[in-house]
T-cell receptor
Framework: KAGVTQTPRYLIKTRGQQVTLSCSPISGHRSVSWYQQTPGQGLQFLFEYFSETQRNKGNFPGRFSGRQFSNSRSEMNVSTLELGDSALYLC???????????????FGPGTRLTVL | KNEVEQSPQNLTAQEGEFITINCSYSVGISALHWLQQHPGGGIVSLFMLSSGKKKHGRLIATINIQEKHSSLHITASHPRDSAVYICAVFGNEKLTFGTGTRLTIIP
């Protein structure tokens, strides 16, 4: 099976712009989670989508949003970019059929976003 | 205080040494993950465990739910084991991560 793919791999934006990142999960996986990794805060949970519905959300401002399509592919959007949004954004997919039941997560390679 | 604490933050060892990385957490969890991250960012899930012990090759992970503590052991360490090892706990339907342990194995 192909692994989790993320596009683009690298992105440079300026403050105030918006950005959309894409994640394609492993075939058959219906849960997609998004994470932000920065040197200062480490890895932090953004949100999880399952069957096109946001199932859980971390403590990030409303500028961070996401969605999931019927084929389980997911996108996340960050509007009005700030310098502090510079980070590695990772998505992970899992089979995770039952809400709240832990499952092995398979991570994508990440999108490195730089905000100038 | 962070919900997930790892120690040590950095570890340098000679090839062949036995390695132990520790993880303590303060919240209720249903599972704990050990992750490996190589330079460049890619993360691989090594273990998910909710009790006892798991072994995969030279890697062993243990968890003590009562003491809220887990350890990751690497036997016969090799330079290719050099990476950041991250402990993550699953509670409140989400993963909370430790800050990671940077392991460097010198040939």
């Amino acid at each position: 099976k192909a692994g989790v793919t993320q596009t683009p791999r690298y992105l440079i934006k300026t403050r105030g712009q918006q950005v959309t990142l894409s994640c394609s999960p492993i075939s058959g996986h219906r849960s997609v989670s998004w994470y932000q990794q920065t040197p200062g805060q480490g890895l932090q949970f953004l949100f999880e989508y399952f069957s096109e519905t946001q199932r859980n959300k971390g403590n990030f401002p409303g500028r961070f949003s996401g969605r999931q399509f019927s084929n389980s592919r997911s996108e996340m959007n960050v509007s009005t970019l700030e310098l502090g949004d510079s980070a590695l954004y990772l998505c992970a997919s899992s089979f995770s059929g039952v809400r709240g039941r832990p499952d092995t997560q398979y991570f994508g390679p990440g999108t490195r976003l730089t905000v100038l | 205080k962070n919900e997930v604490e790892q120690s040590p933050q950095n570890l340098t060892a000679q090839e062949g040494e036995f390695i132990t990385i520790n993880c303590s957490y303060s919240v209720g969890i249903s599972a704990l993950h050990w992750l490996q991250q190589h330079p460049g960012g890619g993360i691989v899930s090594l273990f998910m465990l909710s009790s006892g012990k798991k072994k995969h090759g030279r890697l062993i992970a243990t968890i003590n739910i009562q003491e809220k503590h887990s350890s990751l052991h690497i036997t016969a360490s090799h330079p290719r084991d050099s990476a950041v090892y991250i402990c993550a706990v699953f509670g409140n339907e989400k993963l909370t991560f430790g800050t990671g342990t940077r392991l460097t194995i010198i040939p």
